[in-house]
């Protein structure tokens, strides 16, 4: 059974940092490409960043570049998502999918308020 399990989400005053992990398992994690959504109450998803399977590409939203640093450890089955500078309008559900499959895991609450 495919599982994406997401955490270290948590309250955190503006300005802040968080980093969340996506324990992976179920798949040959190695060899999938991964991707952190977010979505904030009342809007779509929005993927704010991927990874390829080796780690060496990345992507960025406008919205996070400069501020998120995406990372992966292919020994532990684990993606990361470093998340710097946070503000309120960070505030979602972020949750890690395999980019090549579509699977999607439960999400992790992030919230940044004063």
């Known amino acids: 059974e495919?599982?994406?399990q997401?955490?270290?989400?948590g309250l955190v005053q503006p300005g802040g940092s968080l980093r969340l992990s996506c324990a992976a398992s179920g798949f040959n994690f190695k060899n999938y490409d991964m991707s952190w959504f977010r979505q904030a109450p009342g809007k779509g998803p929005e993927r704010v960043?991927?990874?390829n399977s080796?780690?060496?590409t990345t992507y960025y939203a406008d919205s996070v570049k400069g501020r998120f640093t995406i990372s992966r450890d292919n020994r532990?089955?684990?993606l990361y998502l470093q998340m710097n500078s946070?503000?309120?309008h960070d505030t979602a559900?972020?949750?890690?999918a395999n980019s090549n499959t579509g699977h999607?895991?439960?999400g992790t609450q992030v919230t940044v308020s004063s």
């Open 6 to 9: 997401a955490s270290g989400g």
């Open 76 to 78: 532990r089955n684990t």
């Open 104 to 106: 999607r895991g439960q």
């Open 49 to 51: 960043s991927a990874i």
């Open 2 to 4: 495919v599982q994406l």
């Open 54 to 56: 080796g780690g060496g």
């Open 93 to 96: 559900v972020y949750y890690c």
């Open 86 to 88: 946070l503000g309120p």
